[in-house]
């Protein structure tokens, strides 16, 4: 049983991925939005969001692989775990 107040084991990988992919974004957004209006003069801010979105998301894939990794492993664990409880009462079940 989880105590109230104490955070599921995995949440700090979760948050720290998460802050990384929209710290990436916001960065992404922020240079592309500039050099538009440096080199093109205009605020085109939907295009911004666009290229960042794009850009964030290739860039995330290589910058962000070691975060990734272990998220999803703390996810697997926690998935093991749960299976394991989840085998552990069906036999139990089936012993009745």
Avoid at 33 to 43: A, E
Avoid at 79 to 88: D, G, I, L, P, Y
């Amino acid at each position: 049983m989880r105590q109230p107040g104490v955070y599921p084991v995995g949440v700090k990988e979760f948050w720290v991925y998460t802050l990384a992919r929209i710290g990436l974004f916001v960065a992404s957004f922020a240079v592309i939005l500039g050099l538009w209006v440096v080199l093109v003069g205009s605020y085109a801010v939907l295009w911004a969001l666009v290229l960042a979105a794009v850009v964030s998301a290739v860039a995330s894939y290589y910058l962000l692989q070691g975060p990734r990794q272990r998220f999803a492993a703390k996810v697997e664990e926690r998935a093991s775990r749960m299976t394991e409880r989840f085998e552990a009462a069906r036999a139990k079940e089936d012993e009745d």
